[in-house]
């Protein structure tokens, strides 16, 4: 039964360790909205806002500053800060997980995210918004490796690939909720209370976590089968039956379903003969290792290359930047723009959820770089002419674009073409490409877009880069794939 064993306990489950990941799209996104406010560059109030300036300002007495002064390099660097820290976050929490234990990992990533929403709230200067930033990017690097790794643990086998959705799904809603919280809270010193909730919603999950169960693999992995089988009975249910779905884990405690990569595996990989020890255990290769090795380097050189393109597509110049970026550009308010851009990314992040499986990965990769790089120069050309309309439609397509491909393929190739000894490696590889591309479109996008305007006079401009970027990609992305299926890779 394909239901079997989805219980309400395991969806509480679910929804309680999800809000890591949603933490990763609200403090991604959560300096957009109220970008013009915290550097001190626009102080007025919509009439929309009014409806909250009354509450707001009767709870916020506290004597804080309105805004910290900054240019667009400051800016820059307090928004991209964020990945440099979840960088670090991330290639951290697969080792410290895989020691300490997954709920442990997460009630970390919680504590860091209370601390770094805290500091972020109070800060008066920019070292010290960075310094938040910092925080809040190493618990949001962690819980993309924590997160995914928990689902696909605790979740059925034949719903792994179901409730793994989930994670970029939570990721969308993070994005949804700041960006409407900094419509209504830019204003004045309001905006603190937008970077604040961050800060209660890691403290709900932390209280979660007190009813949030070990991973069953993770106990068996560590010696205590006995305590692994009673919560995997917990999670399925009573009425489960779970012998066929344990029966993996040895008398001796090991767990050789347990996955080591910085991400969910897939449910029905399949080590190859020769990835197997004397005792049928994985070996796993290391970092340096998959790079060195002739069978695997192609992968890591077309998934790195692959993780690039992700981003300098531009995603992250709408999700971080767009509200400033578009200030004045567009016949609707652009904070109003970005909530509905935000809508748009989560319901076509739903809605493209099949597609993968039915088009194929390399269907969907181009279709998304081509989407992307039309919408890119559209976009472009509606702003340097003035046509405004045009404009704001063209900022909604480019970004649903980005769901039907770029947005979840990169993340579920590395298990499809390397195998399970070189998995681990290979998604490390990936992880980190993707945050060290999201650095420099965080720390570079507003200088360069900057730059440009100021050359060439009048708005738009930085967008034909974008543009030229995805025929740049469209060439890679099918350069990759023909290299992949010449070395024998599987995928399509």
């Known amino acids: 039964m394909a239901g079997q064993g989805v219980t309400a306990y395991l969806v509480i489950l679910i929804a309680i360790s999800t809000l890591g990941s949603l933490q990763f799209g609200f403090h991604l996104a959560e300096l957009n909205a109220p970008q013009d406010v915290i550097t001190c560059h626009r102080k007025s109030i919509s009439a929309a806002r009014l409806l909250l300036r009354s509450f707001v300002t009767s709870v916020h007495e506290a004597p804080v500053d309105d805004c910290i002064p900054m240019d667009e390099a400051a800016f820059a660097t307090v928004s991209s800060v964020f990945t440099i820290g979840g960088l670090i976050g991330a290639l951290a929490a697969g080792p410290f997980s895989s020691r300490r234990g997954r709920l442990l990992a997460m ?34 690097g962690a819980s993309t490796v924590i997160v995914p790794l928990y689902i696909s643990e605790v979740c059925p086998p034949d719903r792994r690939g179901f409730f793994g959705f989930m994670t970029q799904i939570s ?11 900094g419509f209504f ?14 800060a209660f919603i890691a403290a709900a999950q932390g209280i979660g976590l007190l009813i949030v169960p070990e991973s069953p693999a993770w106990l068996a992995a560590h010696d205590d089968v006995a305590g692994a089988k009673k919560t995997l009975q917990r999670i399925r249910g009573v009425a489960v039956d779970i012998r066929e779905e344990s029966e993996v884990w040895g008398r001796d405690g090991s767990a050789s379903g347990e996955e080591e990569g910085l991400l969910a595996q897939s449910a029905d990989e399949v080590p190859p003969p020769n990835a197997t020890s004397a ?23 077309a998934l790195v290359g692959i993780m690039f393109v992700q981003q300098f597509c531009g995603i992250n110049s709408v999700i971080m930047y767009s509200v400033s970026l578009l200030a004045d550009l567009l016949p609707i308010s652009s904070a109003l723009l970005s909530i509905l851009v935000s809508l748009v990314n989560l319901v076509t992040t739903i809605a493209c959820s099949p597609l993968p499986d039915r088009l194929g990965r390399k269907t969907c990769l181009i279709a998304s770089v081509v989407g992307q790089g039309s919408s890119a120069l559209v976009l472009a050309l509606s702003i340097v002419f003035g046509f405004k309309i045009l404009s704001a439609l063209a900022v909604i397509v480019f970004v649903g674009f980005f769901a039907v491909g770029l947005g979840p393929v990169p993340f579920i190739l590395a298990s499809e073409l ?36 100021t050359w060439l006079g009048g708005h738009g401009w930085v967008y034909f880069i974008f543009a030229g970027l995805a025929a740049v990609s469209f060439v890679f992305v099918t350069w990759s794939f023909r290299s992949l299926r010449f070395h024998g890779a599987t995928g399509n």
Request: a positive charge.
């Open 107 to 140: 009630r970390v990533t919680a504590l860091l995210f209370i601390a770094g929403s805290t500091v972020e709230t109070i800060a008066s200067s920019v070292f010290v918004m960075a310094s938040g930033r910092f925080l809040s990017g190493i618990g949001a």
């Open 418 to 453: 390397v195998g399970q000894e070189a998995v681990g490696a290979t998604q490390s590889w990936c992880l980190g490409a993707n945050y060290v591309a999201t650095f420099l479109v965080a720390q570079f996008f507003p200088i360069v877009n900057k730059a440009l305007n």
């Open 171 to 181: 990721i969308n809603v993070g994005i949804l909720i700041t960006q409407t919280l």
């Open 279 to 301: 005792k049928n255990e994985p070996v796993h290769l290391g970092f340096l290792q998959v790079a060195k090795d002739p069978s695997t380097r192609p992968v890591i050189i």
């Open 185 to 198: 809270l830019s204003y004045g010193s309001a905006w603190r209370w937008n970077l604040g909730i961050g």
